[in-house]
């Protein structure tokens, strides 16, 4: 006897998949054999090469530009996703804008709005297109990809841990009110992870000192994570063998909340 993950039928539809963590959870997708949908906003040619490399490898995979803080946009492409699919099984948010570390007192205001806006708006346009989606069908999957952080107030990044937060509760309102109708909701929290705006910020925002002692002191694995440790993470609580698990936040951190 093997055991394995398996899917109800349908796409998956990965906003945000031409970023580091998203375009590794369409990989892992399209490897389980799921038909991927990655939207991204400006990054066209990301999404491309993303596109190209998972059909090179046999794999199911398009790109559509999508506007996440742009809700009549969002609604326009999950039914359109729906129609061409037959289906949608799984939606994972996995987007986000790019900001710079700031205490609360420092963090210019038009920097905030536009977090605002871009995060938690988009996240709540594509989640509500998608909850309808869900209803006209038997059900579907929801995914939120978030923070680690949520747990634990960052000093420095309430940029990431406040709008993820907002995130968070929207996804466990989600599977409160529509598990009814077969729909489950789940969020994912990456702690430091080597890919995305985390590579952005390891690389270009900290120095080797700074690397090596959250590496060394903060994280118990002593590594940082990967774009696929979050993948595999998304892709069980999409699982049928996850068929149980609604209304939770998996940190994926390398025991960072311990």
């Known amino acids: 006897m093997t055991a394995s993950l398996s899917f109800e039928p349908g796409a998956a539809l990965v906003a945000g998949g031409s970023g580091g963590i998203g375009a590794g959870i369409a990989r892992l997708f399209a490897s ?12 066209e040619a990301g999404a491309a090469a993303i596109r190209s490399e998972i059909e090179g490898a046999g794999g199911r995979c398009e790109a559509q530009r999508c506007d996440l803080t742009r809700a009549e946009e969002v609604e326009a492409l999950v039914t359109d996703v729906r129609a061409r699919y037959e289906r ?13 570390f700031n205490f609360i007192g420092a963090i210019p205001e038009q920097d905030w709005h536009r977090v605002l806006d871009s995060d938690v708006n988009g996240a709540f ?35 990431s841990a406040a709008p993820k937060a907002a995130i968070e509760m929207l996804v466990r309102g989600v599977a409160k009110e529509s598990g009814r109708f077969g729909i489950r909701a789940n969020c994912v929290g990456p702690g430091w ?66």
Do not use: M
């Not at 054999?33 to 939207?39: C, D, F, H, K």
């Not at 949608?88 to 804008?97: I, K, N, S, T």
């Not at 107030?153 to 309430?158: A, L, R």
């Open 32 to 43: 389980a054999g799921v038909p991927v949908v990655l939207t991204y906003h400006r990054n």
């Open 88 to 100: 949608l099984g799984q939606v994972v948010y996995a987007a986000g804008p790019s900001f710079d």
């Open 125 to 159: 346009h594509l989640i509500q297109s998608a909850v309808r989606a869900f209803r006209a069908q038997d059900g579907g999957n929801l995914v939120a990809v978030t923070t680690s952080a949520v747990e634990r107030v960052p000093s420095g990044d309430i940029l």
């Open 193 to 258: 992870i080597d890919a995305g705006l985390g590579r952005e910020a390891l690389q270009g925002k900290l120095d080797e000192r700074q690397r090596d002692k959250i590496r060394n002191e903060v994280i118990p694995l002593r590594r940082f994570g990967t774009a696929e440790d979050i993948g595999w993470a998304v892709l069980f609580l999409c699982s049928r063998q996850a068929a149980f698990v609604s209304g939770q936040s998996l940190a994926v951190d390398g025991g960072a909340q311990v």
